[in-house]
């Protein structure tokens, strides 16, 4: 059996995948934790300024042991720090594969720029509101009353979650992802406002053993938008990775 690992990303939790039950092959053990930065957790994490060890911490308690991690917008920045943080050390950790699916990332600290905090900010409440949305499928939610749950949300994250999730963002230029060895899948959604695609791809080829998808169409959420397509295109990824317990030889 191959343990799967799935991270949701910041003001989540672990409901965000429930949409891939039944779609996942059955040679594959799926664990979806909560983590520190779930939607109800955030106060006590909000504080925190070494995510990434914290992630480690659960990744060490998966039963088995991880065999493949799978990472969500916020939490792919905080798994690549893990990963480049081990790497260095020369320890890293025995995964057979990571997928990171729309992550926030800049490969160059020069591409942040000072005019790109206001907006940055500013759709934070949107992304909020499309996880909302997506999360109520048949269900027409009211665009004012939408708003206002993203907002009420947006507020109950706070400065100080939003600066952990801006300063990890920050850092992903100084990642040693050129030490990350693992096979790794990026996917970004085509029509993704909040890591447009672009950083997906960027990512990906920095990445010793890392290939891009861009999924043409898809937002933030592929895996809430695209459940069937989603689990089937990390499984091909799986049979493909030669180190991996599913490849095809």
Known sequence: MT???LLHGLANNEAVWSG?????????EVHAPRLPWHGGGI?????ETDSAARLGDVLDAVPGGPDVVVAHSFSSVVLLDLLARRAAAGDPPDLAA???VNPFYRGDADDFHWDMIAPTLAD???TMAESIRLRTPGRTVDAELLADMARRMTEWIGPYGWLRFFDAYLRTPLFRVDLIE???LVIGGGDDRSAPPDQARGLAARLPAGRSLTVPGCGHFPMLERPAWFTSTVHAFLERTPEHPLAVT
Do not use: S, Y
């Open 3 to 5: 343990n799967v690992v």
């Open 20 to 28: 891939l039950k039944g779609h996942w092959p059955a040679e594959l």
């Open 43 to 47: 106060a006590d994490w909000r504080h």
């Open 98 to 100: 990571v997928v990171l």
């Open 124 to 126: 934070f409440p949107r």
């Open 182 to 184: 693992t096979p790794a």
